[in-house]
């Protein structure tokens, strides 16, 4: 079983919707869990960070943590082409070196 | 702009062939991490150093070694190269040495391996 696991879609929805992108863990040590946005032929960008459980909201972004499930979502409200990128979700091993990231999900956000 | 650059942007080269992959950090990180990316496999941590020192290895090849010079730059050597090299490699940096830290990445390399 992968440390992390996320569907790398892709996922198409028109402009204004809802979009729910999930990564699994299985360490239910890990504290920290982060979002990246990665822009086609760019480097993956933090886009937002969350400690333990609970809902952290950014702007049309919510990153929630569910630790009893080892689950995690972030949530884009009114989306926008412009939100068209791959998401990937990444744990920092806590007091390690290594952060471990999610294989990531493609978002098309068609106007 | 992250701060952090990378050179060459592409690089296309044949199998057996070595090839050096350069990155200078943002201004004040101590950390450099290497990462390979390639469409089915997702983004793999290679390596990690600090202030000059390795200080974590990932899926590294034996082919494959890195170090971090007294300026903080780094440099990925690549050897033998083989087809499935064939990926864009990241280069990200942080302030820190320790987990969590928010890592900033560069552009990346586009290595085509012919």
């Known amino acids: 079983q992968k440390e992390v696991e996320q569907d790398p879609g892709p996922l198409s929805v028109p402009e204004g919707a809802i979009v729910s992108l999930n990564c699994t863990y299985s360490?239910?040590?890990?504290?920290?869990f982060m979002w990246y946005r990665q822009y086609s032929r760019k480097g993956p960008e933090l886009l937002m960070y969350?400690?333990?459980?609970g809902n952290k909201e950014d702007g049309r972004f919510t990153a929630q943590v569910d630790k009893s499930s080892k689950y995690i979502s972030l949530f884009i409200r009114d989306s926008q082409p412009s939100d068209s990128a791959t998401y990937l979700c990444?744990?920092?091993?806590?007091?390690?070196?290594?952060?471990?990231f999610g294989a990531g999900t493609r978002l098309f956000v068609k106007a | 702009d992250s701060g952090v650059t990378q050179t060459p942007k592409h690089l296309i080269t044949a199998t057996g062939q070595r090839v050096t992959l350069r990155c200078s950090p943002r201004?004040?990180?101590?950390?450099v991490y290497w990462y390979q990316q390639s469409l089915d496999q997702g983004l793999q941590f290679l390596i990690q150093?600090?202030?000059?020192?390795?200080?974590a290895k990932g899926n590294i090849l034996e082919r494959f070694s890195a170090q971090q010079f007294p300026d903080l730059h780094s440099e990925l050597n690549l050897s033998s190269l083989e087809l499935g090299d064939s990926a864009l490699y990241f280069c990200?940096?942080?302030?820190?040495?320790?987990?969590?830290?928010?890592?900033?990445f560069g552009p990346g390399t586009r290595l085509t391996v012919l």
């Open positions: 990200a940096s942080s302030v820190k040495s320790l987990a969590p830290d928010t890592q900033y």
């Open positions: 360490n239910s040590a890990f504290q920290y």
């Open positions: 969350t400690y333990s459980s």
């Open positions: 990444a744990i920092p091993n806590t007091g390690g070196f290594k952060t471990i």
């Open positions: 201004s004040g990180d101590l950390s």
């Open positions: 150093y600090y202030n000059g020192e390795e200080r």
